[in-house]
């Protein structure tokens, strides 16, 4: 029987996760889908599955990400901080132990509630807890004060 019992706990596990990911990529392309791109004077994102119409959409300003620490954008699916005066950076809100989003970024990192993992502000890189590996970044530009999805 407890077989059957891990067997059953696997798949249900991966099907949720695949279904909030997928909801989480359909939100993010419904909310840019009222966008108009026609003749853009700006180039459209390259990177794979960046959600395109997503791309150049002002994100946030510069003032509103405090130096020394960071504003997480849970729709877009991502936290941008300011480790140093004007060094902007971008990374994916999903923690790499468990995908468990980011909840708060203070103290210097970037924090995750469900298992303790934390982040750095200028890397994504590990500083504690059981995530594997660091956050992975995301694409933003910054142009004048706004703050851009790549």
Same mark, same amino acid.
């Given at each position: 029987?407890?077989?059957? =019992?891990?067997?059953? $706990?696997? +798949? ?9 990911? /997928? #909801? !989480?990529?359909?939100? *993010? ?7 108009? =791109?026609?003749?853009? $004077?700006? +180039? ?9 119409? /997503? #791309? !150049?959409?002002?994100? *946030? ?90």
């Amino acid at each position: 029987m407890t077989t059957s =019992d891990e067997t059953l $706990a696997g +798949p249900c596990r991966r099907t949720v996760v695949a279904t909030l990911g /997928a #909801a !989480g990529l359909a939100a *993010a392309l419904t909310a840019c889908g009222g966008s108009e =791109d026609k003749d853009s $004077a700006e +180039p459209a994102g390259e990177q794979a599955g960046d959600g395109g119409d /997503a #791309a !150049g959409s002002v994100l *946030a300003r510069t003032s509103d990400i405090p130096v020394g620490g960071g504003k997480i954008f849970k729709d877009e699916g991502v936290v941008v901080t300011q480790p140093t005066k004007g060094d902007f950076k971008a990374f994916s809100n999903k923690c790499t132990h468990k995908q468990c989003p980011v909840s708060s970024v203070e103290d210097g990192t970037i924090n995750c509630p469900c298992h303790g993992s934390r982040f750095a502000l200028a890397d994504g890189s590990v500083q504690g807890g059981p995530a594997p590996k660091p956050l992975p970044s995301a694409g933003i530009t910054v142009s004048g004060d706004s703050i851009k999805l790549a």
